[in-house]
């Protein structure tokens, strides 16, 4: 098998990011599935290989919560996507909490899921805090949902969706729930 060479494509590709929406134009659906695949796996894997997880982790412990003890929006930490996620309260049936949705699926259900950590809470509330890595990847759709349980009622109190565009995490929306008819 011949030797490939990619210098010339790898070459227009990064002088001109346009050439790879030319490019996908170009491609019959069946070899686009496989191309957007074998890019969210490479992610995937760099993200995995070149990022340094347990300094990352460490740091969003250190500045991943606020006052309330409930997470802050995700960000990015290249070559990781940060999602804090935890519960406070005095017990599970009486809480508040807060966790991340990516491409509607929590963090720790995602197929992306680099690591999760999670730990207890210090205090005299009951809970734990979480941190979720994943890799950076283009479209990547976040709903950081927030809620607040009361006599085993869930109650969703505010959603705000994010997405990843062009390597930066962007809000798009984010609204306030009613009580009524969200659980």
Not at 3 to 27: F, M, N, Q, S, W
Not at 42 to 48: N, S, T, V
Not at 124 to 130: H, I, L, M, P, S
């Amino acid at each position: 098998m011949a030797t490939r060479r990619y210098g010339t494509i790898v070459r227009h590709l990064c002088e001109d990011p346009d050439t790879a929406a030319e490019l996908a134009a170009k491609l019959p659906d069946e070899q686009l599935i496989e191309l957007a695949a074998a890019l969210r796996d490479e992610m995937q894997k760099r993200a995995r290989e070149s990022g340094d997880d347990d300094a990352v982790i460490e740091a969003a412990f250190e500045a991943g919560f606020a006052r309330d003890g409930l997470g802050v929006l995700p960000w990015i930490e290249k070559p990781f996507l940060v999602c804090p996620g935890g519960l406070v309260g005095k017990n599970r049936g009486n809480h508040r909490c807060q966790f991340v949705s990516a491409d509607e699926r929590w963090v720790w259900e995602s197929s992306d899921l680099i690591r999760e950590d999670k730990r207890s809470t210090p205090g005299k509330d009951e809970g734990f805090r979480a941190i979720a890595l994943l890799p950076i990847i283009e479209g990547m759709q976040l709903d950081v949902v927030r809620a607040r349980m009361k006599q085993g009622q869930h109650n969703v109190e505010r959603v705000t969706s994010m997405t990843v565009r062009r390597g930066k995490l962007v809000e798009v929306e984010q609204r306030d729930v009613s009580a009524r008819g969200t659980r």
